[in-house]
């Protein structure tokens, strides 16, 4: 049995590859998966190889990881269970594809970061996020705009390359209302200090020890200032 690195009232914390820490999560055991995976194309050898050519069949590198990602997600979601996947526009087929056995509906959110970053001709401002809802969900009466906008994180404030803003994640968590929520790729800890900030519980997963320590830190600090505010 694989030990939490780090544990609290409302959640663990686990260091290890993703795949093997969701294998000992009981079956149909949570009520949200929320989380923003290694989504990047992996074909980065053409960057260094003259003559390449670029091949759909890429993807299927990407694909062939997160086949088994989204078979521990179909076993440990709950039949009333949803899903939000971060991805960008080329992973997102994949993701689709993967899921649409898994999931009754599919549909995209688009997080309008409200600045915009990189590029030149079209600067990049926005992230997809695949929204899953499986079979018995009871449906959402409060409806929202499928566009988000929440200011992402600034650059030079971030601890981590991929780093989202709090404020976003309580906005998806908060739409579900779970009792549970799963993170198998947890990075410096946005969904737990979301999930903190709601009183929900979390399971979170991550391979790097310097990103679990960050997020151990992030708890700690989250913990004490809602005692704090308790206190008031």
């Known amino acids: 049995m694989i030990k939490p690195y780090f544990e609290t009232e409302l959640g663990k914390l686990y260091h290890g590859d993703c795949l093997e820490v969701m294998k000992e999560i009981e079956d149909e055991s949570v009520d949200l998966i929320l989380t923003d995976p290694p989504y990047f194309l992996p074909a980065t050898h053409y960057s260094v ?21 989204f078979k521990e997600f ?13 991805c960008n526009g080329q992973s997102y087929p994949v993701f689709y594809a993967l899921n649409y056995q898994l999931f009754k ?43 988000i906008k929440c200011r992402a994180v600034p650059i030079k404030e971030r601890k981590h390359l991929a780093e989202k803003p709090v404020e976003l994640f309580e906005k998806l968590i908060n739409k579900i209302k779970p009792s549970i929520v799963l993170d198998p790729f947890i990075g410096s800890g946005t969904t ?3 999930c903190r900030r709601l009183n929900r519980k979390f399971i979170g997963i991550e391979k790097s020890k310097e990103y679990c320590d960050l997020t151990v830190q992030r708890i700690k600090q989250e913990t004490a ?4 505010n308790l206190s008031i």
């Open 74 to 86: 179909n076993r440990v979601l709950k039949h009333d269970g949803y899903c939000y996947l971060f």
């Open 49 to 69: 190889r003259s003559g390449g050519f670029r091949s759909l069949s890429d993807l299927s590198m990407l694909e062939y990881f997160f086949y088994s990602v």
């Open 105 to 147: 509906r599919l549909r995209p959110l688009i997080w309008d970061k409200q600045t915009s970053i990189n590029g030149y001709a079209w600067r990049h401002q926005h992230e997809l996020i695949l929204f899953c809802e499986r079979e018995n969900v009871i449906p959402i009466k409060t409806g929202d705009g499928d566009i």
């Open 225 to 228: 200032q809602y005692k704090m």
């Open 192 to 194: 737990a200090i979301a």
